[in-house]
């Protein structure tokens, strides 16, 4: 079989599993099974797949025609470019989680030795690159999961991080004061109809209470119990939960700073004055 060929019935094979993605996924498999980046497969279509390669690609596409994510097949992914060991233990980390990186760098007010805690970091891809973006400040990753804590220490010992990896309900561990929390918990609604993709991923990650917001609600009871309260919450929740956290923030005396997308951004009041 030629790399067109493959390439064809690949594309035809998880499309009629209804893959959105499908000659891309294709193409992401073949290059992780022949070795050769895809602008070389593209420009070579008439290169032999070889019976073994053939038979490997055979398995990888029946799994991801059955919407079982990309990232897990292939058990890594890339988030704000660089790349993370990824098993079923943890999320995928989305696109829309990069805004939060994003929004980190535009607070003002923080001290050059800035105290930050990644709150539920699962592959711990949000904190890492934090801590990447920002070299002399403290990190934490804190997850209650012991399966998903795992592949967060793989994914900072790959980096060589000066980073806590610690088992923690939110905050109840947590070893510093900090002044930045990144929390993208979990936040869909209980019973909400989720994509078959998804239906493959940890539901504890997933699945926050009747309105998708009782893990920021547990957040913020411990906020009130902590020495020093962060200056800045960057959390990430479905556009139309907003206003309920908006209003939630403020009863906890945080004010909305910046809205963008999945994320918010809120500022401590005290801190604004």
Same mark, same amino acid.
């Given at each position: 079989?030629?790399?067109?060929?493959?390439?064809?019935?690949?594309?035809?094979?998880?499309?009629?599993?209804?893959?959105?993605?499908?000659?891309?996924?294709?193409?992401?498999?073949?290059?992780?099974?022949?070795?050769?980046?895809?602008?070389?497969?593209?420009?070579?279509?008439?290169?032999?797949?070889?019976?073994?390669?053939?038979?490997?690609?055979?398995?990888?596409?029946?799994?991801?025609?059955?919407?079982?994510?990309?990232?897990?097949?292939?058990?890594?992914?890339?988030?704000?470019?660089?790349?993370?060991?990824?098993?079923?233990?943890?999320?995928?980390?989305?696109?829309?989680?990069?805004?939060?990186?994003?929004? %980190?760098?535009?607070?003002?007010?923080? #001290? =050059?030795? +800035?105290? &930050?805690?990644?709150?539920?970091?699962?592959? /711990?891809?949000?904190?890492?690159?934090?801590?990447?973006?920002?070299?002399?400040?403290?990190?934490?990753?804190?997850?209650?999961?012991?399966?998903?804590?795992?592949?967060?220490?793989?994914?900072?010992?790959?980096?060589?991080?000066?980073?806590?990896?610690?088992?923690?309900?939110?905050?109840?561990?947590?070893?510093?004061?900090?002044?930045?929390?990144?929390?993208?918990?979990?936040?869909?609604?209980?019973?909400?109809?989720?994509?078959?993709?998804?239906?493959?991923?940890?539901?504890?990650?997933?699945?926050?209470?009747?309105?998708?917001?009782?893990?920021?609600?547990?957040?913020?009871?411990?906020?009130?119990?902590?020495?020093?309260?962060?200056?800045? %919450?960057?959390?990430?929740?479905?556009? #139309? =939960?907003? +206003?309920? &956290?908006?209003?939630?923030?403020?009863?906890? /005396?945080?004010?909305?700073?910046?809205?963008?997308?999945?994320?918010?951004?809120?500022?401590?009041?005290?801190?604004?004055?």
């Amino acid at each position: 079989m030629t790399v067109n060929q493959y390439l064809l019935d690949a594309t035809r094979k998880l499309e009629q599993a209804g893959v959105g993605t499908a000659r891309l996924d294709a193409l992401v498999l073949l290059e992780d099974i022949t070795g050769h980046d895809r602008s070389h497969l593209l420009a070579n279509p008439d290169i032999q797949i070889s019976t073994a390669q053939d038979a490997k690609l055979t398995k990888l596409l029946s799994r991801r025609a059955k919407h079982i994510p990309l990232a897990y097949i292939r058990g890594t992914t890339e988030f704000y470019g660089k790349n993370f060991v990824i098993t079923p233990a943890v999320l995928e980390p989305r696109p829309e989680s990069e805004t939060m990186i994003e929004l %980190l760098t535009t607070l003002p007010n923080l #001290p =050059q030795n +800035a105290r &930050l805690a990644d709150v539920g970091t699962g592959s /711990g891809a949000l904190g890492i690159i934090a801590k990447l973006n920002h070299p002399n400040w403290s990190v934490e990753l804190l997850e209650i999961d012991e399966n998903a804590l795992k592949i967060a220490q793989m994914n900072v010992d790959k980096y060589t991080m000066d980073t806590s990896v610690i088992r923690s309900d939110l905050l109840s561990e947590s070893k510093q004061d900090n002044d930045v929390l990144l929390c993208n918990l979990p936040y869909v609604p209980d019973g909400y109809q989720i994509n078959t993709a998804a239906s493959h991923e940890p539901s504890i990650a997933i699945f926050g209470g009747p309105d998708g917001l009782a893990v920021y609600r547990k957040l913020f009871e411990q906020l009130r119990g902590v020495a020093k309260r962060p200056l800045y %919450l960057l959390f990430e929740s479905l556009p #139309p =939960q907003h +206003a309920a &956290l908006e209003k939630l923030a403020s009863s906890e /005396g945080y004010e909305l700073r910046v809205e963008e997308d999945f994320i918010q951004v809120f500022e401590l009041k005290q801190n604004r004055s």
